[in-house]
């Protein structure tokens, strides 16, 4: 393992980050606050409660997974395409480093961005909500495997993705519906019977069960189910990494 | 002994059938500099990056400093720094921060000093903390060299050093070159411009359509391009060449109507003088003179005839 490289790729990408410290605290801050604003009081007011917990507080976990998987996803694309696109991949590929080690840098990287913005939308809920965490455990390990699996299908989409137009797709036709669909602002039961059936097919649904779980205790699809489904996710992106690394689709020729 | 960079039968066949490298070999000393003649689109490019890790070859094998860039790819790359032709650059980068990321790119230790002196040397110094985009394409040059020497290379490669390049720089690279050379650098460079190679090369590999037709040392190469013709266009042909002009290196064509006279332009003389004097007292009387030089162009078009000739008596 070249760690000395892994470094270089993590210390660079964050330093993107760093430079742009002030939006990157201000943006999540300000939505997580608009979110409280329109559904917490506005909406939620309507609403009381969700299996016993306030609507406030129930949409919380739903709130930091939507952030946590756009952020991921956008920012290990963009960190991964950006090189392609003004082409300094050139140095990646010449450089004395594996796949492996180039996908630890950017993916450990895009998965720490949206970790911070995902604690950072956690404490911000604080001042709006009384929250309570019944399993800190839990609740860190689905934040992380979120934060990785999700900058892992970002850094796929940034290979892929061979102009601009397509780096927004995914995330845009695919991600942001499975994610609102997934249960974010309100419990799978609450819908008809046979929609409830249908939303089982969406992988987001156990993530984010899983993680409110970690909250509350309660939960709309059994908490190892969420943990496997998680697990498969990972898995799954993980494997198609180490085919791309394989066959060297469409980064080297 | 064998070579800095040892390339054998190198072959590269893109996916879509293309074969851009047809059987490439080559072995480049070290602390020699290599420049790659050829037109656009020869291969030269594809070489370069086939070595560098940029392209995969599809036959033959490549060595670096003994290690094979496939098998062993750490090690060779290790090796090796690239300037690529373009000037590709992360726009928001300062200078240091850029060359500091290719340092560690490359595995070695962090090493300010180092750093400092390499921007010292490239002239960048005072640009240390300079957004790249706003440097002038001659300092982004500089800056792509910089981080190319950033984890100390043994061998470095120069893609098209002066595309687009106005002439006081293009000296100026000429200069950088020479510098690295005396810190025992191994350079492989590739241009289009004939000049080019000369000023900077001890060696000129002639690269077209995939194949290397030739590497010979620049002083013989240029030996054979300083030839030129004098073309002497006689009023009344003749059958031989009288005796009294046997001394010249002449030939008859056209029927006897011309007479080619072969010198050398950087020789200290080249007896046209002499031999004008010689036809008037062999009673040969000159109707027109012409003088004609072989191009690279037409050394390529030599060479590209004979071997076609070659593969038909085969």
Known sequence: ?253 | MAGMVEIENAEKTYDGGFQALKGVSLSIEEGEILALLGPNGAGKTTLISTICGITMPTGGSIRVGGHDVVRDFRAARSLVGLVPQELTLEPFETVWSAVRFSRGLFGAKRDDAYLDELLRRLSLYDKKHSQLQELSGGMKRRVLIAKALSHDPKVLFLDEPTAGVDVELRRDMWDIVAKLKETGVTIILTTHYIEEAEAMADRIGVISAGELLLVEKTTDLMARLGRKELRIALSAPIETVPEGLSDYDLRLEDEGETLIYTYDTQAERTGIARLIGSLSEAGLSIADVETTQSSLEEIFVGLVRKEDDEGDAA
């Open chain 1, 1 to 253: 393992m070249n760690w000395t490289a892994i470094w270089a790729i993590y210390r660079f990408e964050m330093a993107r980050f760093v430079r742009t410290f002030l939006q990157s605290i201000i943006s999540p801050v300000i939505s997580t606050s608009l979110y409280f604003v329109v559904f917490g009081a506005a909406i939620g007011s309507r609403i009381d409660e969700v299996d016993g917990i306030s609507y406030g507080a129930f949409i919380v976990p739903g709130l930091i997974m939507l952030t946590v998987m756009t952020q991921a996803i956008s920012n290990a694309s963009f960190g991964i395409y950006f090189p392609k696109f003004i082409g300094t991949i050139y140095e990646l590929l010449s450089a004395p480093i594996s796949f492996a080690e180039v996908i630890l840098g950017y993916v450990g990287a895009a998965a720490t961005k949206s970790l911070f913005i995902g604690v950072m939308i956690l404490i911000t809920a604080t001042f709006f909500v009384d929250l309570t965490v019944q399993n800190w455990p839990a609740m860190l390990a689905f934040l992380v495997l979120t934060c990785t699996s999700f900058a892992l299908l970002g850094f796929i989409i940034g290979i892929w993705a061979s102009n601009f137009e397509q780096l927004q797709l995914v995330p845009l036709l695919v991600v942001t519906p499975l994610v609102f669909l997934g249960g974010s602002f309100y419990s799978i039961s609450m819908l008809p019977e046979f929609w409830q059936k249908v939303a089982l097919f969406n992988p987001v649904v156990y993530l984010i069960s899983g993680f409110r779980w970690s909250f509350f205790g309660m939960a709309d699809v059994p908490v190892m189910v969420s943990l496997l489904a998680i697990a498969g996710f990972t898995a799954l992106c993980v494997l198609t990494v180490w085919w791309i690394f394989k066959t060297g689709w469409r980064i080297r020729a």
